[in-house]
C-alpha cells in the first residue's frame, strides 16, 4: 500500500512540473513576442504628392451651388465709356426744322436774359422745364408765372419747383396757341416771373418746300 502512495505521489510532482516547465514556456514565448513587436520600427505614412499652383484647379462646389448662376465681378468691370446709351429717336424733318428755326433765334437773342429751348411733345397738360435751367434761374417754392405771347397777350399759370413745370394755365396757353407735337418753343426770362415765348411751328416746314 505505502507503495503505491509512493507511486502516485510521485506521479503528481512529476505532473505539477510539467505544467510549470509549459507556462514558463508560454511566458518565455509571449515575452519575446512582446519585444520584438516594440523593436519593431513604425511604417512612415508617404507625403502626398506636391502640386503646383498653376495645376490646381477651380475649387469643386456642391450640386446645389453649382446651379445657382455666376455672381457678377464688380471690381474692374466698370469702364468710362463702355456704357451704350439707348438710341436716339429718329427726329421727324418737320421737327428738326421747327427746333432749327427755334436754336437759330435763342444764338440771335444773346446772353442777357436767360432762354430755354422746349420741343412740343403729344401730352400738352404741361411744360417741363430744363432742371439745370430751374436750379439757376427760377424760384424754388410754387410760383405764380406769366407767359407772354408774340401779340403781347399774357397768360397766367402756376410753377412748381419739385417737379419743375409749368401747369395750371399751361393747358389754355397750348390750347389757345394750337400747338402740336412737332412744334418748338423757346422761353425767354425777361423778368424774375414772366416768360417770352416765340413760337416756330412745324408745318412750315412743308411750306418752305413748296416754296
Given at each position: ?134 436750379m439757376e434761374h427760377l424760384p424754388d417754392r410754387d410760383t405764380k408765372f406769366t407767359l407772354v ?63
Open positions: 500500500m505505502a507503495e503505491v502512495n509512493s507511486y502516485e505521489e510521485l506521479r503528481r510532482k512529476q505532473v505539477e512540473e510539467n505544467k510549470r516547465k509549459l507556462e514558463e514556456l508560454r511566458l518565455h514565448h509571449l515575452s519575446a513576442a512582446v519585444r520584438e513587436a516594440g523593436a519593431k520600427p513604425k511604417p512612415k505614412r508617404k507625403a502626398p504628392p506636391r502640386r503646383d499652383i498653376a495645376d490646381v484647379g477651380p475649387p469643386r462646389r456642391s450640386g446645389r451651388i453649382a446651379t445657382l448662376p455666376e455672381q457678377p465681378d464688380y471690381r474692374d468691370n466698370v469702364k468710362l465709356g463702355t456704357v451704350k446709351s439707348q438710341k436716339k429717336k429718329e427726329v421727324k424733318p418737320d421737327h428738326a426744322y421747327a427746333i432749327s428755326k427755334a436754336e437759330e433765334l435763342q444764338d440771335e437773342l444773346g446772353s442777357d436774359y436767360p432762354t430755354f429751348v422746349k420741343p412740343m411733345t403729344q401730352s400738352l397738360t404741361m411744360l417741363y422745364i430744363p432742371v439745370q435751367f430751374s405771347d408774340d401779340d403781347d397777350e399774357e397768360f397766367d399759370m402756376q410753377y412748381r419747383p419739385h417737379s419743375s413745370s409749368l401747369n395750371l394755365g399751361w393747358r389754355d396757353f397750348a390750347e389757345d396757341h394750337e400747338l402740336v407735337d412737332g412744334d418748338c418753343l423757346v422761353f425767354q426770362l425777361i423778368k424774375r416771373t414772366l416768360f417770352k415765348v416765340y413760337i416756330f411751328r412745324a408745318s412750315l416746314y412743308y411750306d418752305d418746300d413748296d416754296d
